[in-house]
Every structure is written in structure tokens, then in C-alpha cells.
Nanobody, 119 residues
Framework: QVQLVESGGGLVQPGGSLRLSCAAS????????MGWYRQAPGKQRELVAR???????NYSDSVKGRFTISRDNAKNTVYLQMNSLKPEDTAVYYC?????????????WGQGTQVTVSS
């Protein structure tokens, strides 16, 4: 069974940094896309950053220049380095991946990790 496990959230002051990690586990044949979304209270879930099927990166305009997505393919892990954090970055951050096993391909979500930016 495939699982996405996130870590690294927490409370940080404005201007601070956090690094999120998401590791995919299970019998994985391939990962097509992998990235991060977030959902703030009362708002829809939105893309933060992701790797596309072609290996390119997409970033939300609101995080460009402040957040960096990276990955370790050998570990099926994706990271999100978040710098210059702002209060409006406060949200639950979810890892998402399009994963193929030997039997099927599906879209998976992590359980979410809370990021709070506040003084």
C-alpha cells in the first residue's frame, strides 16, 4: 500500500524558514508528478510547487523566489524549502503524488502538516 508521509511543519516567525519533507513508501513502480499543495482556513486547496511529468517545476506566483522544491529520487522523497515566510503562508501543507504500482496508477495525498507563521 502506498503512503505519503510528511514532516517538518511547525510554528515560525515571519521572515523565518522551514523545510518540509514528504516520503512515498510502498511498492512503487514509478512516480509521475510529486509536489505540495496547501489549504488555509476558509480557502480552497492550492498548488504551491510540484515536479511535472517532464521533470520541470511549477510554482505558485505567491511563493516564487521564496520557496524551492527539490527531490531525492532514490528515496522517493520531495522537499520544500520555505524561506522568507509570511503570515499568509499559514496553512496545512499537503504532499501529492501520481504514483504507479505494479497493479494500478493513482493520485495520493499525505495527511497534511501544519505551517503557522506568526510573531
Amino acid at each position: 500500500q502506498v503512503q505519503l508521509v510528511e514532516s517538518g511543519g511547525g510554528l515560525v516567525q515571519p521572515g523565518g524558514s522551514l523545510r518540509l519533507s514528504c516520503a512515498a513508501s510502498g511498492v512503487i513502480f514509478s512516480i509521475t508528478t510529486m509536489g505540495w499543495y496547501r489549504q488555509a482556513p476558509g480557502k480552497q486547496r492550492e498548488l504551491v510547487a510540484r515536479f511535472t511529468s517532464g521533470g520541470y517545476t511549477n510554482y505558485s506566483d505567491s511563493v516564487k523566489g521564496r520557496f524551492t522544491i527539490s527531490r531525492d529520487n532514490a528515496k522517493n522523497t520531495v522537499y520544500l524549502q520555505m524561506n522568507s515566510l509570511k503570515p499568509e503562508d499559514t496553512a496545512v501543507y499537503y504532499c501529492n503524488a501520481d504514483i504507479a504500482t505494479m497493479w494500478h496508477r493513482s493520485d495520493y495525498w499525505g495527511q497534511g502538516t501544519q505551517v503557522t507563521v506568526s510573531s
